[in-house]
């Protein structure tokens, strides 16, 4: 795309009308919109970052959702052109937005930023997304925190439309790739399992003499030569994937270097034998602290999920890797022979923090160690 859309602040008049949040509980929030105007439903969550809703709006973890940004003050930066740098999208996750609606306290009408290319309200009715500002999220934020995550809809008018769980459908199906796509051409052959994957993940193992082969969430990969398997983070409930697992269980068999990220730490421990768990309201901001077991070693991750590893489900051969210090849930697995880790974190965080990058170094390491000594 060339050139840039209006960056011009835009007053609020009669062309905005009220429009209602509603939870399942019955709570109503009311505010004015900046979106597209449509009604819809789906699962309120709320992210703490302090920036980079481009990316948090297109991240695929979030299809689904309604989602509520605590800092206070969005949009003052607009949204990045729309440009590519190795057949990838360079500002965003994703092609498209995945949540289903947007809350905010305060929308910035005026976007002052040098890489600016359009408004963030021109953009979500672009992509048809709904968006809320005047809320009071800091109530709204403490609702969820208190009773957890749960159904909403945002409501034009008198419009009639019932309360729904996005997390009954498979919401893994519904984001990752329908064809099989290469990405480099690097030493190492890399096979990507899309469960959702965020764009910024291809692009740091691609900087790391990589080809990224990327199938979707059920293609059977034992039809393909690789070196390392890497299976992507993702939506909704893990137990939905039973593809995913049984491949990944295959997998195990051949001693092959396998990285998990967010859902893929949760489908890596199910395919162990392991068990998850619904979160109350889910991990999804910049700033959680977690520990690597057995060191003194803290990092800040950036994280975004609604369901949870059950840490002692997991067979002898199994260990934690990384803890949360919150809430001591956890942040990774790993095997105590073989070259099979995960993080429930992302290493990858685009716009940060980058303390655990170096995971992907590892990873690459188990591969090229794998490919002198199988």
């Known amino acids: 795309m060339t050139g840039k859309k209006d960056l011009t602040s835009t007053p609020l008049s009669n062309d905005f ?3 209602q949040l509603i939870l399942q509980d019955g709570t109503t929030f009311t505010g004015y919109s900046f979106g597209f105007r449509k009604s819809v439903a789906g699962e309120a969550v709320f992210n703490t970052a302090m920036s980079g809703y481009p990316e948090s709006l297109t991240d695929p973890s979030y299809q689904g959702q309604i989602l ?6 969005i949009g003052n930066y607009g949204v990045p052109p729309m440009i590519r740098e ?5 500002y965003y ?6 949540i289903s609606g947007l809350i905010t306290s305060e929308y910035s009408w005026e976007s002052s930023h040098w890489n600016a290319w359009s408004k963030l309200s021109s953009w ?5 997304i709904p968006a809320l500002g005047g809320v009071d999220t800091r109530a709204l934020t403490k609702r969820l925190r208190e009773n957890g995550s749960m159904p909403a809809k945002i409501i034009f008018r008198d419009d009639k439309l019932e309360f729904s769980d996005p997390n009954i459908r498979n919401l893994v199906e519904e984001v990752s790739t329908k064809e099989v796509v290469t990405y480099g051409n690097g030493s190492h052959k890399i096979l990507l399992i899309d469960c959702g994957v965020k764009l910024n993940i291809i692009r740091r193992l691609l900087e790391r003499d990589t080809t990224v082969i990327r199938v979707p969430w059920d293609y059977d990969i034992t039809s393909v030569e690789y070196d390392g398997l890497f299976i992507s983070n993702g939506p909704g409930d893990p137990k939905a994937c039973k593809p995913t697992i049984a491949n990944i269980a295959k997998a195990y068999t051949q001693d092959k270097p396998v990285f998990g990220i967010c859902l893929g730490n949760q489908l890596m421990a199910l395919a162990a034998g392991g068990d998850t768990y619904k979160l109350k309201y889910g991990h999804r901001s910049h700033n959680q602290p977690v520990i ?3 060191t003194n070693r803290c990092f800040i991750t950036s994280q975004n999920h609604g369901y949870a590893t059950k840490a002692n489900s997991l067979g002898k051969e ?12 956890n942040e990774g697995i790993r095997h105590k022979t073989k070259p099979f880790f995960s993080t429930q974190f992302h290493p990858e965080a685009s716009s940060g923090p980058t303390d655990t990058d170096f995971l992907f170094d590892e990873f690459i ?3 090229r160690n794998h490919k002198v000594n199988p």
Do not use: A, C, R
């Not at 509520?68 to 003050?73: I, K």
């Not at 190795?86 to 360079?90: N, T």
């Not at 996750?93 to 995945?98: G, K, T, V």
């Open 17 to 19: 009308p009220e429009v």
């Open 318 to 329: 199994w260990e934690e890797y990384f803890v949360n210090i919150n809430d001591d849930t």
């Open 365 to 367: 390491e188990m591969v």
């Open 292 to 294: 690597q077991k057995g």
């Open 124 to 128: 979500l009715i672009e992509q048809k």
């Open 93 to 98: 996750e994703s092609e498209s937005i995945h």
């Open 86 to 90: 190795g057949g990838l999208l360079k």
């Open 68 to 73: 509520t940004l605590t800092y206070p003050l």
